[in-house]
C-alpha cells in the first residue's frame, strides 16, 4: 500500500476529489490517503495557508494529489501552488495535451506534451515597486542550471516514450541575455539527443503555429510564463482546463494537481466535472508504476467522455459529479 499527501483543496476541490477517490478504489490501485489542508480551506482551519502539517506530510510521502486552490488577482497572498512548486523543486509541469474521444473541438488530432520550467521566469517573485515615480519591474531569472534540467527532462521523456521531436520555445531575438540562454542551453543538449529532432520556435510565432498546426509537435519545452501561456492554449485545442491534468515534479517529490480553477460559483452544488482531477490521477498512477490501474481508469474514463449521455452538464449532459464517477466505475473492465 503507497500513501501519498491528499489536498482536497479549495472550492468544488472537495467534490471532485470524492468522485476522484470513489474511481481510484474501484480500479484496485493499493492507494491509501494522508489528507491535508492548503489555501483558504487551511487558513480558516487553523490559520495558515501552507500549514507545516502539510509540508511534512509531503516531504514524508513524497507524492501528492492536489485539488484547485484560490489565488487572488493583483492583490493578497502569493500562488500556493507556485510557492509549494518552489518549496520542493518541482521544476517540471508536465502538460499532456492529447484529442479526448468523445469531445467535439477544432482538432482531432493533438497528441503533444509541454514542458514548463516551473521554479525561474519571471514567477521567481523578483518584483520592484517605486512608489514615487509609480514603476513596477519584474526581473525573470533564468539560470543555466534551470534550463538544462527542464530542457533534459522534456528529451529524456521523448525518448522513454517514442517521441521523435523535442521545440524549444524562446523569445531569444529580444531578450539576448535571458531566453537566449535557454536557447543556447537547448542547443547544447540538443547535441547529446542525436536520435531526436530538436528545434526551436519564438514564442509567438509558436502560439500561431499551435492553432494552426498542432500535429506538427510532439514534446514542447519552455520557460515559465511562456509554458504558463502555452499550456493553457493548448487546454483550449481539446476541449479546455476541465479535461486536461497537470503535474509538478521535481528529483524526488511530484504533485498531481487538477489545473482549473477552485470555480466558487459552484461549490457545493455537486455539479463539477472531475475529469482533469482525474486524468491527472491517472498521471500519478503511471509514476507509481501502478500501470493497470492506469489503463483501467483512462480506458473507462474515455469510454464515458465519448458517450454524450454519461458526462457531466459543462460538457452538454445530465449528470452530476457522483453519476459521473459512477459512470466511469461502470464503465471500467
Known amino acids: 500500500m503507497t500513501t501519498i499527501t491528499l489536498i482536497p483543496g479549495d472550492g468544488i476541490g472537495p467534490e471532485i476529489t470524492d468522485a476522484v477517490l470513489e474511481i481510484l478504489k474501484a480500479s484496485g490501485a493499493e492507494l491509501d490517503y494522508d489528507e491535508q489542508a492548503a489555501g483558504l480551506t487551511a487558513f480558516r482551519e487553523v490559520g495558515d495557508l501552507i500549514p507545516k502539517e502539510l509540508v511534512d506530510s509531503i516531504a514524508e ?8 486552490l484560490t489565488t487572488p488577482v493583483g492583490e493578497g497572498f502569493k500562488s500556493i501552488n507556485v510557492t509549494l512548486r518552489q518549496m520542493f523543486d518541482l521544476y517540471q509541469n508536465i502538460r499532456p495535451c492529447r484529442s479526448v474521444p468523445g ?16 521554479t525561474e521566469g519571471l514567477y521567481s517573485g523578483f518584483e520592484i515597486w517605486d512608489e514615487r515615480r509609480q514603476i513596477a519591474d519584474a526581473m525573470a531569472r533564468i539560470s543555466r542550471e534551470g534550463s538544462e534540467k527542464i530542457i533534459r527532462a522534456a528529451c529524456d521523456y521523448a525518448k522513454a516514450n517514442g517521441r521523435k521531436r523535442v521545440t524549444v520555445v524562446h523569445k531569444a531575438n529580444i531578450l539576448k541575455k535571458s531566453s537566449g540562454l535557454f536557447l543556447q542551453v537547448g542547443r547544447e543538449v540538443a547535441e547529446e539527443y542525436p536520435d531526436l529532432e530538436i528545434d526551436d520556435r519564438i514564442i509567438d510565432n509558436m502560439c500561431m503555429q499551435m492553432v494552426m498546426y498542432p500535429e506538427r509537435y510532439d514534446v514542447v519545452v519552455t520557460t515559465n510564463l511562456f509554458g504558463d501561456i502555452l499550456s493553457d492554449l493548448c487546454a483550449g485545442l481539446i476541449g479546455g482546463l476541465g479535461v486536461i491534468p497537470g503535474a509538478n515534479i521535481g528529483d524526488d517529490i511530484a504533485i498531481f494537481e487538477a489545473v482549473h480553477g477552485s470555480a466558487p460559483d459552484i461549490a457545493g452544488l455537486g455539479i463539477a466535472n472531475p475529469s482533469a482531477l482525474l486524468q491527472s490521477a491517472i498521471m500519478m498512477l503511471r509514476h507509481l508504476k501502478m500501470i493497470e490501474a492506469a489503463d483501467r481508469v483512462e480506458n473507462a474514463l474515455f469510454k464515458t467522455l465519448s458517450n454524450p449521455e454519461q458526462v457531466t452538464k459543462d460538457l452538454g449532459g445530465n449528470n452530476d459529479t457522483m453519476a459521473f464517477a459512477a459512470n466511469v466505475i461502470s464503465n471500467m473492465e
Do not use: M, S
Open 61 to 68: 510521502h513524497k507524492i501528492a494529489l492536489k485539488g484547485p
Open 103 to 118: 469531445l467535439k473541438t477544432r482538432f482531432d488530432n493533438v497528441d503533444l506534451v509541454l514542458f514548463r520550467e516551473n
